[in-house]
């Protein structure tokens, strides 16, 4: 038999199984299990490979002491294979998990638009999205939702509230809700249809400097953040907040590297399969800027941490090796690898590792992983330099221009969270339930309160003893935390995203460190000098100079 005639026996018997993922019930009602029809099929043609592997199948079907349906025997050999790739990456999703994977990545769903959580064991909107149905209709937030179509509960927990509301667009839904002010239930039917979660929250604070943050790079996120930077005329400084992105779709993030470079510069290397089904056939490929930067003169300093990955990272990396950006935080997670999706029967899709990305100056972003998703550490760390010439660390993700730590509780701090967990109270749900008091108060006076109200705060501090906490354990710094979460609650349900984000900055040394630098820099060759003055790993500030732009 030939190299090519037995890949293709091969390949043939891993469509066969994944064909038959899902078809266990239909076929067991044949006259013969899918191993017999398989061995009668295959015969002397099968490789010898996939004779062991069908007859390993029939043996444990029919000798094994546990026994399983045919359907399940398909599943675990599928995980099997899936396993054994030592691919961290690999799996195969079934169609719920498609549908929860699409929604993530585009940030689209069928509905009416709210955001719901549970306050005082009722579910309540907590926001009513722009441009949306429920915005349409009239739904407040503050609403408490008690009845969705024909069913009329209190108890609901969110998941229920949201799988009822939840719906194919163009179909209709009937929200009943308890408004404050109004003795009666107020009904509202609403058409549901898609809605669209922005993946860019985009505020001014402090002295002006420009803050973007970006949780996922979802479809239209590059055009979002393209108008927020047509916006930016004569900006001090723009902080682009890349933790926590998980990253998202490789062609956004190349737009989105592609709104801050000069046309021509690379973007992204990529090492991957030539053509599928080839063996050991692999080629590199380039993609460059097609764009004139949006603001080629403002210093920009981009955030990122070990939850930043995938695409997140080709966009600091792209900027960090250009000269484009100071990265500050830390060593971003290093999922530098392409990852193709290939249909499947049944509605389910596989996920593979095919390819491998590397920065503009050829550091690569994939930080090697055991199947288990376990790091694997290098013996060295090899170092790069940007295109100026300043060092860079390579070896696996985004190492930053500075490393800063994130945010960690005080010895008194974890005293007093110990405590509450150890009481059992919902202090999340507390905080936000006293804090949406003090919103709605605000509303109805149209003042927007510089902190949160001393007495609010004493009023929480007795609920919590009430409910088991002990008194000592609310300390003077536990108090000044209690403050802190409730002034960002606060600010959040009141849509001051400026003055929660300032609020954050109290405890996020990262962001903190980035406004500082700002406030010091009026050029990115400023920005550059100062990190290494603050011990950066970076080379010679003159050198970066050189890029001004």
């Known amino acids: 038999m030939t190299q090519s005639a037995s890949s293709l026996r091969r390949s043939s018997l891993f469509l066969l199984l994944v064909g038959l993922l ?9 006259q013969f299990t899918p191993f017999e029809r398989d061995q009668r099929t295959q015969g002397s043609q099968a490789s010898e490979e996939s004779d062991v592997f069908l007859g390993a199948l029939q ?135 898609q809605v669209h979660i922005p993946a860019v929250t985009a ?15 979802a479809r239209n996120s590059a055009a979002e953040v393209d108008s927020v930077l047509s916006g930016l005329s004569g900006s001090p400084g723009l902080i682009l907040d890349l933790r926590q992105n998980p990253g998202g779709y490789l062609d956004e993030s190349l737009r989105l590297a592609d709104l801050f470079l000069d046309r021509g510069d690379p973007l992204v290397r990529t090492r991957s399969r030539t053509t599928p089904g080839q063996q050991n056939g692999l080629s590199e490929e380039t993609a460059y800027s097609r764009v004139t930067p949006r603001i080629p003169d403002v210093p920009i300093i981009v955030l990122v941490d070990r939850f930043s990955a995938s695409a997140s990272e080709i966009i600091a990396g792209a900027l960090q090796d250009h000269d484009r950006a100071v990265v500050l935080g830390e060593r971003t ?3 530098g690898t392409v990852q193709s999706v290939v249909p499947l ?16 100056q050829g550091r690569s972003l994939n930080r090697p992983r055991d199947r288990e998703g376990r790091v694997i550490e290098p013996d060295s760390i090899p170092e790069f330099t940007s295109r100026s010439g300043r060092r860079l660390l390579g070896g696996g993700g985004v190492f930053p221009d500075l490393e800063i730590a994130a945010d960690t509780f005080s010895s ?15 202090l999340m749900l507390r905080l936000q339930e006293s804090a949406f008091e003090v919103a709605q108060s605000a509303r109805e006076s149209g003042v927007t309160p510089e902190d949160f109200p001393a007495q609010r705060l004493e009023d929480l501090k007795a609920v919590l003893i009430s409910e088991g906490l002990p008194p000592e354990t609310i300390t003077t710094e536990a108090t000044e935390y209690l403050r802190f979460r409730l002034e960002d609650f606060l600010y959040a349900r009141l849509e001051r995203e400026d003055l929660s984000i300032e ?38 500030a003159q050198q970066a100079s050189n890029r001004e732009r």
């Open 22 to 30: 899902l078809g266990g019930s239909a076929l067991e009602a044949q």
């Open 59 to 193: 043996a444990i079907r029919q000798h094994a002491l546990t026994t399983h349906a045919d359907s399940v025997l398909w599943e675990m050999a599928i995980a099997g294979l899936i396993r054994e790739l030592d691919d961290p990456y690999a799996t195969v999703l079934t169609p719920d998990e498609v549908a929860a994977f699409e929604e993530e990545s585009t940030g689209n769903y069928a509905g009416i638009g709210v955001q719901i959580t549970e306050l005082n064991e009722q579910v309540t909107i907590t926001a009513v999205f722009r441009g949306t149905p429920a915005e349409g209709a009239g739904l407040l937030v503050g609403d408490r939702i008690i009845g969705v179509d024909e069913e009329t509960d209190r108890a609901w927990t969110v998941q229920d509230a949201s799988s009822r509301i939840r719906g194919e667009r163009g179909t209709s839904v009937r929200v009943v809700v308890e408004r404050d002010g109004i003795s009666q239930p107020i009904s509202f039917d609403i058409e549901r249809d």
């Open 203 to 217: 505020e001014k604070i402090f002295e002006g400097f420009d803050y973007v943050h970006l949780d996922r790079v």
């Open 333 to 335: 997670f290093g999922k």
């Open 345 to 360: 029967p049944g509605g389910r899709l596989i996920r593979l590792t095919s390819g491998e990305w590397f920065t503009p």
């Open 412 to 426: 008194e701090e974890q005293r007093f969270l110990t405590a509450v967990a150890e009481a059992e109270i919902p």
């Open 503 to 540: 609020v954050k900055s109290r405890r996020d040394p990262v962001l903190s460190a980035a406004v500082e630098f700002l406030r010091a820099a009026r050029t990115q060759g400023d920005l550059f000098a100062e990190v290494e003055r603050a011990g950066g790993v970076g080379g010679p």
